[in-house]
Nanobody, 121 residues
Framework: QVQLVESGGGLVQAGGSLRLSCAAS????????MGWYRQAPEKERELVAV???????YYADSVKGRFTISRDNAKNTVSLEMNSLKPEDTAVYYC???????????????WGPGTQVTVSS
């Protein structure tokens, strides 16, 4: 069984910074892409940033230049450094990972339970 657990959310003033972390644990053979998504109230979940196992990153236009995604393959973790936060960044942030649990298994997507980020104006 695989589990993703996020940490690092909280309340911050506009212009401030937060760092989110996500750790994958359980029966893991390897991890392909990892990423962060967010969902604001009454809005659909949207991609924030993703990173490949080789370190190639992709960002949503709304966070480019402000957020940085990174991963530690040895520790099965992915992090999101968020700077110059804006009130519109307020959302529940979810960690996502495509994980292979066995040599013959295809990658399967897993989600963490989410962590709240609130940016006050």
């Amino acid at each position: 069984q695989v589990q993703l657990v996020e940490s690092g959310g909280g309340l911050v003033q506009a212009g401030g910074s937060l760092r989110l972390s996500c750790a994958a644990s359980g029966s893991i053979f390897s991890i392909n892409g990892m990423g962060w998504y967010r969902q604001a109230p009454e809005k659909e979940r949207e991609l924030v940033a993703v990173i490949s196992s080789g370190g190639t990153a992709y960002y949503a236009d709304s966070v480019k230049g402000r957020f940085t995604i990174s991963r530690d393959n040895a520790k099965n973790t992915v992090s999101l450094e968020m700077n110059s936060l804006k009130p519109e960044d307020t959302a529940v942030y979810y960690c996502n990972a495509f994980i292979i649990t066995g040599t013959r298994d295809p990658p399967r997507g897993y989600w963490g339970p989410g962590t709240q980020v609130t940016v006050s104006s």
